[in-house]
């Protein structure tokens, strides 16, 4: 594999491409792991110096981001219509 330069913009941009992912899983549980899972590899990923390790690593990112976009597709499909106790407004409810 040709080992490209990938900019700090390409970086941010998958970074946010994860988390509008993650904002599509109507299960709150899934959204949240996705969520978390994110912030998680890129923190992990940040003392990167090496360009083949960031290329690798960008490359991996973004076929993960595919397997998720795929996973809220189906997720969507089968999702239950009730929602989390966690979503629940308990505004005005002691």
């Known amino acids: 594999m040709a080992s490209t ?5 390409q970086i941010l941009s998958l970074y946010r491409s994860f988390l509008r992912t993650a904002r599509q899983f109507r299960d709150y549980n899934i959204r949240e ?19 083949s390790s960031i290329s690798a690593a960008f490359s991996e990112a973004k076929s993960q981001l595919d397997v998720a976009k795929r996973q809220a597709v189906v997720y969507s499909l089968y999702a239950p219509d009730i929602r989390s106790v966690m979503e629940t407004d308990l505004k005005g409810k002691r």
């Open 33 to 51: 792991y996705t969520k978390r899972r994110t912030v998680d590899g890129f923190r992990q990923n940040r003392g990167l110096t090496d360009p």
């Open 5 to 9: 330069s990938v900019s700090k913009g």
